[in-house]
């Protein structure tokens, strides 16, 4: 019996980690194995030739360290503008009454059924020279200004992209809050923005933290937008590995460039994991 349940948990995960391993594992690995292999110009990828060339040239060459710079930045300013926006607006569609959170919340869900291609094409019409928000520009006198191209549009559809992944887990924590001690803080003197820093913030912390761990991860290798958004000049690590396999057709540097950039990920987001927890664990004891 006792051998028994040993063996059924293991059984009954087995078709997810079978799963995983499918789906993540295994390209991960080929992967791996694909960024130090030897590249030839006239033939491509040296099968069985193992080389750490790609590494090293990406280590040493500036250009790779301003489209890495240019993603990261842009990553962590996307996640602060979804923490800015998404924590309030979580904390509102929590105070709301039935029916209007389930409308709101739908609102708020309603992008995601809508493909980023499509929002970024709409993105490129609005920020246009001729679109709508150039067009209100010049209503107050101010002349057409350049939206398309640059950062500023990627900073901006990638807000709207990923601003549901920030609402989402920050309204989850806020449903586990008990609201008598929100009014108990309220009842004993606090002023409404003392209650909201310190007690409901440390207590969503959490959800912050799992909104931020998402939008930082998908705005660091977002690959659309930027593409349609930012141009031929604004580069990103995505946009970059595309034309190191679709363009130069240099498979194993482009396996290189995308293993730094998961590895680069790995070290902020842990690193921002354990700052946020620390935080939360000394706040709440």
């Not at 391993?21 to 030839?40: E, G, K």
Request: with cysteine; net charge positive; aromatic share 12%.
């Amino acid at each position: 019996m006792s051998e028994r349940r040993t063996w059924a948990p293991w059984a009954m995960s087995a078709p997810a980690l079978l799963l995983f391993a499918v789906m993540l594992a295994v390209p991960l690995l080929l992967t791996t194995i694909l960024s130090f292999n030897a590249y030839n110009v006239d033939t491509g990828p040296v099968a069985g030739s193992f080389t750490v060339e790609h590494y090293v040239h990406i280590v040493t060459d500036s250009y790779y360290y301003e489209i890495f710079w240019r993603t990261l930045w842009i990553s962590g300013l996307v996640t602060l503008i979804c923490i800015a926006i998404g924590a309030p607006e979580a904390y509102i569609l929590s105070k709301m009454r039935a029916p209007w959170r389930s409308i709101f919340l739908l609102i708020i869900l309603a992008p995601l059924l809508i493909s980023v291609v499509v929002r970024a094409f709409g993105w490129s019409m609005l920020l246009g020279p001729e679109g709508l928000i150039n067009d209100i520009f010049r209503l107050v006198g101010i002349g057409p200004v350049k939206l398309l191209y640059n950062e500023t549009a990627i900073v901006i559809a990638l807000v709207h992209v990923m601003l549901p992944f920030m609402v989402i887990p920050v309204w989850t924590s806020l449903q586990k809050l008990d609201p008598s001690v929100e009014s108990a803080s309220l009842s004993l003197g606090a002023s409404h923005f003392t209650t909201l820093r310190r007690v409901v913030f440390p207590q969503v912390l959490p959800g912050i933290l799992s909104g931020s761990l998402i939008v930082f991860g998908l705005a660091a290798s977002s690959f659309a937008i930027p593409g349609l958004l930012g141009g031929r000049r604004v580069k990103m690590v995505a946009t970059l590995i595309y034309d190191e396999y679709l363009h130069e057709l240099n498979w194993p540097l482009g396996a290189a460039i995308a293993f730094v950039l998961l590895a680069a990920n790995l070290v902020i987001m842990l690193g921002w994991n354990g700052m946020v927890e620390g935080r939360y664990k000394k706040t709440l004891g």
